[in-house]
């Protein structure tokens, strides 16, 4: 697969999970790819399996809640590729509990990464690819925007704003042929879960793999093709139906 030979693309909350998935993803269908995480570690090693397959790996060790972090990681992204085709706006935070109960620290710490963190890398992208005339902002929401559970106010809350921020995208950029979208996943395997004895984390989950597909696929359309949303989840798991 090199249908995205020649792109190049920065996939925050690349360090493990579904980030990092969909960054290798990326670099097997040809692109080259700044990695972005918090932790040092991590994106060291994605970028040394991203160098295994042949492509440029850029790490970067940043907070995508923080105004300045992000500029910095932009800035080190144009200054090794000069272009940005792709933004996958991918890190994520969880934190719950009943409604009532929910601490402001938990309810900040999702919102500042599920919604203000892509706000920030959004902006930074529009400004770098509404010269360009082109580019393509992918968002990896949840099926919590639009079926929640209880114990969920702020993460249902940040990945709701987010597909709002996706078609407020989608709308701002068509005129400078920048495109926008929002996959929205359901149950996915990921470290957490795997080791987790929660019964939620026992319904049936798609892989990292399949959900990074979709990505995959979303980001080689030709570039006057838009995915604005896609609902990806296991065959069995209840969505329709779910209350």
Known sequence: MTQLTNKSALVTGAGRGIGRGIAVALARAGADICICSRTEADVADVADEIARLGRQALPVVADISLETDVDRLFARARKQF??????????????????????IAAWDTVIATNLRGPFLCTRAALQWMKPQ???????IGSISAHRVRPGSAAYSASKHGLWGLTQVTALEGREFGVTCGCIQPGNTLVERRAASDNPEDEEPMMSIEDLAQIVVAAASLSDGVSLLEATVLPSKQLYVGRG
């Open 82 to 103: 000069g272009t940005l085709d792709l933004l996958v706006n991918n890190a994520g935070a969880f934190d719950g509990g009943p409604l009532d109960e929910l601490s």
């Open 133 to 139: 005339r082109r580019g393509r902002i992918l968002n």
